[in-house]
């Protein structure tokens, strides 16, 4: 049973920094597409970012610079680190895991099998 489990989201000033982090179990985060996306209230879900089978990372454009997505491969874990955040990064947080995928499908929700429960992650002004 695959299981994602987030931690480290919490309250920060804009221009802060938080680091996110997704442990997995029951799943293998080297050999597959692994992404973050978040949602705020009353909007869609909104990916952030992936790494693809081949390793390559992609970045949604509002996030591009501040935000990076790294893999431990040794822990099975998955990071976002975010920097400089703004107000307008306040949103649950997710991450998300494919069986299988092509990399130009890596920002699409239903590529992915699993998810996790998400972890609040509020920037203030």
């Known amino acids: 049973q695959v299981q994602l489990v987030e931690s480290g989201g919490g309250s920060v000033q804009a221009g802060g920094s938080l680091r996110l982090s997704c442990a997995a179990s029951?799943?293998?985060?080297?050999?597959?597409?692994i992404s973050w996306f978040r949602q705020a209230p009353g909007k869609e879900r909104e990916w952030v970012a992936g790494?693809?089978?081949?390793?390559?990372?992609y970045y949604a454009d509002s996030v591009k610079g501040r935000f990076t997505i790294s893999q431990d491969n040794a822990k099975n874990t998955l990071y976002l680190q975010m920097d400089s955040l703004k107000p307008e990064d306040t949103a649950m947080y997710y991450c998300?895991?494919?069986?299988?995928?092509?990399?130009?499908?890596?920002?699409?929700?239903?590529?992915?099998?699993?998810w996790g429960q998400g972890t609040q992650v509020t920037v203030s002004s």
């Open positions: 998300a895991a494919a069986n299988t995928c092509y990399y130009w499908r890596l920002s699409v929700p239903s590529t992915y099998n699993y």
């Open positions: 029951g799943y293998t985060y080297s050999r597959n597409c």
């Open positions: 790494i693809a089978t081949s390793g390559g990372t």
